[in-house]
């Protein structure tokens, strides 16, 4: 698969992006990634606690009441599905585990921050490049730039621990 090999020109592929985000916001309204990870989660506590314990959670029952036909859990699943196939297809896909204890430890708390700030800004870093930037939204390219400064923090401390 020659076409998985090769890159695409970066200006057609945002233009493209751009373009897909105005039918996407036409359509549907805002793109809030995170919410279909919010459902899911709701679908597997629905599953594990049942109906009579999730609805006494305020938020499961109020904010965010559980179903399994919310469409953004398939645009999540979508997403994770074709980042999967592209992979494969490319003959990149390869398992990758941390080695240290240290490793799985600053996984863990990076994914709680992020978890954490996706529900406290009800959006998520994917929705935020693909949605707001695009729209020229200045909360998104503020957005962006907080997470760039993350990562760029969260390299040093990742760098400088597994140096140690």
Request: with cysteine; proline share 3%.
């Amino acid at each position: 698969m020659e076409f998985f090999r090769k890159t695409l020109d970066p200006v057609l592929a945002l233009a493209a992006i751009a373009v897909l985000d105005i039918f996407l916001f036409l359509l549907l309204g805002a793109w809030t990634v995170g919410g279909g990870e919010t459902m899911m989660t709701g679908l597997v506590a629905k599953a594990v606690l049942g109906e009579e314990q999730l609805v006494r959670i305020p938020f499961w029952n109020v904010v965010f009441p559980v179903h399994g036909d919310y469409w953004k859990i398939y645009i999540s699943l979508g997403m994770f599905f074709g980042a999967f196939v592209g992979a494969v297809l490319s003959k990149e896909f390869y398992w990758r585990m941390p080695r240290h204890a240290s490793e799985w430890l600053l996984i863990t708390i990076g994914g709680l921050l992020m978890g954490i700030g996706i529900r406290i800004a009800y959006i998520c870093n994917v929705s935020t490049f693909f949605g707001l930037m695009p729209e020229m939204n200045m909360g998104g390219y503020l957005a962006m730039s907080g997470i760039i400064a993350g990562a760029w923090v969260g390299s040093l401390i990742y760098k400088r621990i597994l140096e140690a």
